[in-house]
């Protein structure tokens, strides 16, 4: 699910933020970023928010993805136990201002049922992603969770679904079918890109035009149009709610 947040990020057609919400830690920095990115991340802002409001130390904990800065990186937790003090709710109002709307925001949440998990994130979020395989046992997992959400009503976005190594054995739209959600698109088992995006692999110089990166761009494009879409829909009371933000969840339910 990272390695997917960390694609879409790095294909996202305009500015984007990653934010690692996992309350079982953050991988980028050591995985993509090989040790040499730095920064306080998730655990400073807490620590900032107690002292003042997230949204104005927000900037100051994020990080380069890319070259130009147009990807940046709020990193993870470096100690799952500081989780239970994060507070996701004043969390989710400051992603949802960062730099005043302007910025969408893809948050790798973890698992629905972690302890811990960052609800309040997810209930904001205009596009709510569940990642799953492909396999029968994937997609039942990926089906009792978007039924906990729905029960839940933890989400007032969209829902959907995203799909790592379609046709091994089901397609896109048997699973879809299935979930009984939209499919927001498929990425495929590209072990090579993924190396580099997952444990800091060498890129090459083609690693812009690996099969991953190219699907996450068609993903990433469709997650904004749904995202668009969610906000066209909204009533003036419900305009509070984040239409840039958009929320990979994990299907993999314990």
């Known amino acids: 699910m990272t390695t997917s947040g960390l694609a879409l990020a790095l294909s996202w057609p305009r500015p984007v933020v990653l934010a690692e919400l996992d309350p079982a830690g953050g991988d980028v920095l050591a995985g993509y970023g090989r040790g040499e990115m730095s920064a306080g991340g998730l655990a400073d802002l807490e620590l900032a928010a107690r002292r003042g409001g997230p949204a104005r130390h927000l900037d100051s904990q994020l990080l380069r993805l890319d070259s130009e800065g147009r990807a940046r990186l709020l990193p993870g937790l470096a100690d799952p136990a500081s989780a239970r003090h994060v507070d996701w709710d004043r969390l989710a109002a400051a992603l949802a ?45 990926a089906t009792q969770a978007i039924a906990e959400l729905r029960e839940r009503e933890a989400c007032l976005g969209m829902l959907g679904a995203l799909v790592i190594g379609p046709g091994e054995p089901y397609g896109e739209r048997e699973i879809g079918e299935a979930l009984g959600v939209p499919v927001v698109g498929v990425l495929p088992r590209d072990a090579k890109a993924a190396a580099v995006l ?28 749904f995202a668009a879409a969610h906000e066209s829909r909204l009533t003036p009371p419900q305009a509070a709610v984040p239409a840039s933000a958009t929320t990979v969840g994990s299907s993999r339910v314990r």
Do not use: N, Y
């Open 198 to 225: 997952s444990d800091g692999a060498p890129a090459g110089r083609l690693f812009a035009q690996s099969a991953l990166l190219r699907a996450a761009r068609t993903v990433a494009t469709r997650l904004i149009e």
């Open 97 to 141: 201002a960062v730099e005043d709307g302007a910025i969408d925001v893809v948050a790798d949440c973890g698992r629905l049922r972690a302890e811990h998990f960052p609800a309040a994130v997810v209930h904001r979020a205009a596009v709510v992603v569940l990642t799953t395989g492909s396999s029968l046992r994937a997609v039942r997992a």
